[in-house]
């Protein structure tokens, strides 16, 4: 995607407004939020929460860990890692209106200390080279045509030896895709690969890859029980645009195999 269709594809100017409201109508006190309070609208991926904490905990991450989020939308990767592991983490997303909804969030369950949110693009960090130990990437590769540059980029900001922790949706069996979906309302916005194609690309930019899973049937199935049960006032209806039809529609590719879900580990090479 362009800048300015990522901004078409998410940005509704609306994030920050969204979420608060749905959590006044959970019964949320605003001014004395914890960060678990945030847990059922803020991973903006397939299978949340639990595909969060299943690849930090892959990582080994330590509160000297330094950590980038690279797609970060509106944070809830960041705000797990300071919060759990202790980490002092750094993110990077190219919608505005994410990253002013991340930092309101933050400053709501006082992790505004710990994390650093910058507006920018992923294929040209704002950073510098080998700062950071780990960069975490959850559904990132969809949006972005230049893969390469995408990749070398997360290698470049990595010490040798760091880690790419990646949970990505790819492009699977042959068929034409329902939209709209939750990374893109029209074909045009969509930069999807095979599994293959994408470990290809990671490889190329200095990576060993570590850990490869394919984990489509158990995203399949929490997307089935999702959809199936009541929706409560907390999720990701409460800032994603007809976040039914686009979850809908991903599970319907999800279950016959045009997408396919993978979990990643990749060592940046060098010493």
């Known amino acids: 995607m362009t800048d300015a269709s990522i901004q078409h594809q998410y940005a509704t100017g609306a994030s920050r407004a969204g979420i608060e409201n749905a959590l006044i109508a959970a019964g949320k006190d605003l001014h004395r939020l914890v960060p678990a309070d945030l847990a059922p609208l803020e991973d903006f991926h397939t299978m949340g929460r639990l595909a969060t904490s299943h690849l930090v905990g892959l990582t080994g991450l330590t509160p000297r860990t330094r950590v980038l989020d690279a797609g970060s939308g509106i944070g809830g990767t ?3 890692i300071a919060d759990r592991c ?3 983490v750094t993110t990077v997303d190219a919608t505005e209106d994410y990253c002013g909804t991340a930092r ?5 369950v006082g992790l505004d200390d710990r994390i650093s949110v910058h507006h920018g693009d992923v294929t040209a960090l704002p950073f ?3 700062a950071f130990g780990v960069v975490f990437t959850q559904h990132l590769h969809m949006n972005v045509a230049d893969k390469s540059r995408l990749y070398r980029e997360a290698r470049r900001v990595l010490v040798g030896g760091g880690l790419l922790a990646l949970w990505e949706i790819t492009a ?3 068929g034409e895709l ?3 979906l939750p990374c893109a309302d029209h074909p045009r916005h969509s930069h999807l690969v095979t ?3 994408l470990r290809g690309v990671i490889q190329d930019a200095g990576f060993a890859v570590q850990t490869w899973n394919d984990l489509t049937d158990q995203a399949s199935a929490t997307m089935h029980a999702m959809l199936a049960s009541p929706p409560g006032a907390l999720g990701l209806h409460a800032f994603v645009p007809n976040f039914t039809e686009k979850a809908r529609n991903l599970s319907l590719a999800l279950s016959d195999g045009r997408l396919r879900a993978i979990q990643g580990i990749a060592r ?3 010493s």
Do not use: E, F, I, S
């Open 78 to 80: 960041a705000r797990y």
């Open 86 to 88: 202790g980490c002092r």
């Open 104 to 108: 309101r969030l933050n400053h709501l």
């Open 128 to 130: 510098a080279g080998a």
């Open 172 to 174: 699977g069996a042959p």
């Open 178 to 180: 329902g939209y709209p």
């Open 195 to 197: 599994a293959d194609a």
């Open 268 to 270: 940046a090479g060098g």
